[in-house]
Every structure is written in structure tokens, then in C-alpha cells.
């Protein structure tokens, strides 16, 4: 049983200002609401910030009780997070291009919200500071539903002119939180920082260490990785271990080392949701990690080493079994053989 937290009396309530024209088809659950599965959990808040943002993108119905009704979602995330297995992962790794860019900025937002999250916890930030976090990675990218969608669906390398557009959504996303209400807009403003980096390399301002907000580094760091492990229109992804080695090479200079660390712990080499192949030839899918023992997680065995589908599939903690390696690791589209 998912127990939520109440923290909507932290948001005054502006009832007397707001639009309902198109506020009546949001997806407000109640503040005792029971999520049964982590797939109604993901795909309420999926459909509940996809109005949100049409509303905002049409600037007809978007207020503070439009980004309200994201908080139930905020700490239902938190809290479902906070779990051993944390179920919601493996959805950061699942096949799919969204066709509609709209969709595919809300699935880039969510996904960014599991990791930045899961670094949070293993920050060991407190509750309030998670749900903070969280509503930041909801509506860290609004901005983006302003840019052109041929420039976000761009097959090739953008021109010089094209990411200078881009590169204003920081701005958009300000500019749209701002004018809600006064009470977001410390999330305004970590919305406009969230390129920046530490060496003073990102955008929009070039702020440098000590000037960018906390939160925002760490949307920025989640950002990525959710980008590289998720397909693109320009390219395929990459496997986890592939997007932290990336960060690592090219970013290091650009966030601080707690940062990239607590990155590491929550995501490095074979997180939850994807699959490996033994040195036994069976395949599976990792289920659970362990901090101490990243390269030895904890696998269901789903196909024998002919590449049948066990009907019974088996679960391996690879910590307490000595014989079993992992060989090779990848996305469950990748292995068309598998049957």
C-alpha cells in the first residue's frame, strides 16, 4: 500500500484565479489515493503531465492548480523509489520513441525524475528535498513544448541557428513556471539553470560553482543519462554502462564528484531492467542491485542456454553464486533470437 503524503498545504491553494475550460480533464487523484501497480502509477502521472503541458504550451488553463496536481505523483515516485527494489526503474530502459514530441518530452521528464531521485536518495536527502527534486524533473524540461518540434525531431545535426533555438528553453520553461504563481519560483529558477555547469561551460548564463542551485546539477546529470540510454531520432542508445563512461569522459569537468559518484552507485554497469547473458548461456533480467557488488546483481533467468524461453523462470543472486558471470549485457530488443 502506497501511503501519500500530504504536503499540498506547503501550496497555498488559488482556487479563485483558476481556468477549469480545459482543467477538468486533468487526472487530479485525491490525496489519499491507492496506486495499485507502478504501471498505473507511471502512466497516470504520463497522461496527467501531457495536459499539463498542452495546457501550457496553449496558455489557456495552466496555473498553480495545474502543477499541483502533479504533487500526489511526486510523492508516490518518492516513495515507490525508497523501496529495495524500486520497480519503477526498469522503466527508464524500456524500447520506445514516442511519435508525439509532447509525449516524448513528458517520458524524458519522468525518466529523469526516477534517476535524479534515486542519486537523491543516495545523497540521503531528506523527504521534502526528494519531492522537490521530483517536481523540478516533472517540469524541468517545459520549456521544450515552445522550441520547434523539426528542430526536437531533427534526424542529423542541428544548425548553428537551430541550437541557438534550443538552447532557450531553459528561458520558455522560466518564463511558463514564473507566471503561475510567485510560490514556484525558486522552481522557476532552477528550471533556467539546469544547463549550467560547474566550469562554467552550460547555458544560458555560464554560472560557475556555487552558483548553480543543488538541484538543478543534479536534474542536469540525470538529464543525460536519461538522453544517452533512451533512443533518438539521430541515434540509437546506449547501454548503461556505455551512457556513465560517456558522462565520465566528456562531463567531469562539468559536475562536481559527489554528483558523478552518486550516479555511479545508482546506475553503473547493470541496473535493474536490463538484460544479461551468463557464461552459462542463459539470459536474464537483472531484478536487484547491490551497492558492494555492482557487477554481481541479482538476475531472473528467463531463457535456457538455447535460447528458450524456461517456463519457470529461476532467480540467481550472483553474490552467492561463485560459478556464474555475467558475459554481456543489452536491451531486450537487441537479442531477436531470443523467443
Known sequence: MVRTVDIINKFPSQEKEFSFTKMEELSVPSRDHKLKTVKELYEGARENLFKILQLAKDKEGFSIHSINSMIPYVNDFVSHLQTEDAPLIPLVYREGKEDDIGMHIVVHSLNTAIVAIRIGIGLKFGNDKLKKLAMLAFFHDVGMIMVP?????????????????????????????????????????????????????????????????????????????????????????????????EIIATSKEQFPQRFIRGLINEFSVFPQGIYVRLNSGEVGRVIATKRFAPLRPVVEILYDAEGQRMQSPKIVDMVKDNILQITSAFFEEEEPNLR
Do not use: W
Open 149 to 245: 518540434a523539426e528542430i526536437l525531431q531533427k534526424n542529423g545535426k542541428l544548425t548553428p541557428k537551430e541550437v541557438s533555438i534550443l538552447r532557450k528553453h531553459p528561458e520558455y520553461g522560466y518564463n511558463i513556471m514564473r507566471e503561475t504563481n510567485r510560490i514556484y519560483e525558486n522552481l522557476a529558477n532552477e528550471i533556467y539553470q539546469e544547463h549550467e555547469r560547474v566550469d562554467g561551460s552550460g547555458y544560458p548564463k555560464g554560472l560557475k560553482k556555487g552558483e548553480i542551485s543543488e538541484n538543478s546539477i543534479i536534474i542536469g546529470i540525470s538529464d543525460i543519462y536519461t538522453s544517452l540510454v533512451s533512443p533518438r531520432y539521430h541515434r540509437p542508445r546506449c547501454l548503461p554502462f556505455e551512457a556513465v563512461k
